[in-house]
């Protein structure tokens, strides 16, 4: 991971559309609206014929082709791969021969093949030493996906692989226009807590607005418990990340577009304003300042101890801290809260695709990588990938039948019952070196007590206008 420790395995926007840019290939943002794949992104024809109407083979895989398969090991391991997705490829085919590399540095080892033609045919394009995604899509080295979103889905009668998804994931793996990338994980935000000590001592799992959350942080204070905190040595993401889902509730999630876009004056839209004045209430009252000090799994120990209630996070949270996890913790995640006016209902959820996979273009078998995606897409393939990760997929419904842990359903209940009000943002990757990486040194000044609300607003805006007016740096548009 790095020093921030973002979502397991995302690949930086930011990386993806600096070095394409930087060979040629402008890349605009893949939001929730982004725009459909046409033209095709490989310099290899993409012979595989489609027959659609073939459910168990529309790709026309030869049963005796072998396959090789990239996982990387990371946060979710590789079992899902070994013991799900290419047990369900060799049952399809029993003649191919599915050979499995679990590789850590992706680049170091795969960077090369990219380059003499010995690449794999399915790589998870994941980890720190990720290969340079705007590299490959400027090189035109991946597959173009159009062609398993419109497969009919494995196990899913009458519906095509696309029909099967949480909308935007398709799009968030969208470059320049183009489909080249599936983001299977899906990860939701919100306030982690453990529900055996809310329940032992009475205290509210879901508040819903900030008198509410702020009464409750008062019984946790009063029971001699910190009750908010993140850590502000690598994780100041975590916190900014729940300013902006406040934002997003007060003013609707159109104030998180105007930031993408870098509209004038977007940071000082009263919604975010708001937002930073009610969460720097909330570091200077019920926070302990030590934290800046320290990084995410200290601060998360913290609460694993118990000395810590409430730890802003992402869905991942539980199965990062499964080591250090009493048997008496049980992770539950209650929805950021909503301000005294709102545009979005408190269920609203701030929710996005990532862990990145990739076909490449010059794969020896594609079409059989492209059946190992639907494979992996399929309700049985998403299904199992959950319980043995305890992770989410893209894959709509798909974890619904499964029995997973406590933190993982709490998920899961926050993203069904947001419905349609998912959102999401992406400046803080989109420029990550010109605003991503100010915000979390602002966002620490705010809720550490440095800088008022009305000063954090004025830094970040200042910031914006700064790589808004910055002819090197590629704008991006939601």
Not at 32 to 40: I, K, P
Not at 49 to 71: C, H, Q, R, T, Y
Not at 94 to 116: C, L, M, N, W, Y
Request: glycine share 8%.
């Amino acid at each position: 991971m790095s020093d921030t420790p973002d979502l397991p395995g995302e690949v930086s926007r930011r990386q993806v559309i600096t070095r394409a840019a930087a060979i040629g290939a402008a890349i605009p943002a893949a939001g929730l609206l982004g725009a459909c794949a046409t033209g095709s992104s490989s310099e290899k024809k993409d012979n595989t014929k489609v027959d659609n109407s073939n459910v168990a083979n529309p790709f026309g895989v030869k049963d005796d082709a072998a396959l090789n398969v990239v996982i990387f090991p990371g946060g979710y391991s590789d079992k899902y791969a070994t013991e799900v997705h290419e047990k369900m490829y060799k049952e399809k085919f029993p003649k191919a021969t599915v050979k499995h590399e679990g590789i850590q540095d992706i680049d170091p080892v795969i960077g090369p093949r990219f380059q003499s033609g010995d690449v794999p045919d399915f790589l998870n394009n994941s980890g720190e030493k990720a290969v340079n995604m705007g590299k490959l899509v400027g090189d035109k080295q991946l597959s173009l996906l159009d062609k398993l979103w419109a497969a009919p889905s494995l196990d899913t009668p009458g519906k095509t692989v696309r029909d099967t998804l949480i909308p935007g994931t398709i799009e968030s793996g969208s470059f320049n226009g183009e489909s080249l990338q599936l983001n299977y994980v899906f990860t939701v935000y919100g306030l982690w807590f453990n529900a055996n000590q809310f329940k032992e001592k009475g205290w509210d799992g879901a508040p819903k607005d900030f008198d509410a959350f702020t009464a409750l942080c008062e019984k946790i204070k009063a029971a001699g418990v910190t009750p908010f905190g993140y850590a502000g040595a690598n994780a100041a993401y975590y916190m900014f990340e729940v300013i902006m889902t406040s934002a997003a509730k007060i003013g609707g999630a159109g104030v998180l577009k105007a930031l993408d876009n870098l509209e004038d004056g977007a940071w000082k839209h009263e919604a975010v304003l708001q937002a930073a004045e009610y969460w720097a209430m909330i570091g200077s009252k019920y926070s302990d300042k030590a934290f800046e000090g320290l990084k995410h799994t200290e601060v998360q120990l913290k609460q694993n101890q118990g000395s810590l209630a409430i730890y802003p996070s992402g869905s991942w949270l539980e199965s990062e801290q499964k080591k250090d996890t009493p048997a008496t913790f049980e992770y539950a995640m209650m929805n950021v809260p909503t301000g005294k006016t709102t545009k979005l209902p408190v269920t609203s959820v701030h929710a996005t695709a990532s862990e990145p996979y990739v076909i490449p273009a010059k794969a020896k078998n594609l079409a059989g990588a492209l059946e190992y995606a639907r494979i992996m897409l399929s309700k049985k393939g998403a299904a199992e990938f959950t319980k043995l990760t305890g992770s989410l997929t893209s894959v709509a419904g798909a974890a619904d039948a499964v029995k997973v842990t406590p933190g993982t359903e709490s998920a899961k209940k926050a993203l069904s019952g947001a419905g349609k009000d998912v959102f999401t943002f992406y400046w803080a990757d989109d420029y990550k070196d010109g605003l991503g990486l100010p915000a979390r040194s602002a966002t620490n000044d705010l809720f550490f007590g440095r800088i008022d609300a009305k000063k954090y607003v004025e830094v970040l805006q200042a910031a914006a206008d700064k790589v808004k007016k910055d002819p090197s740096v590629t704008k991006i548009k939601r």
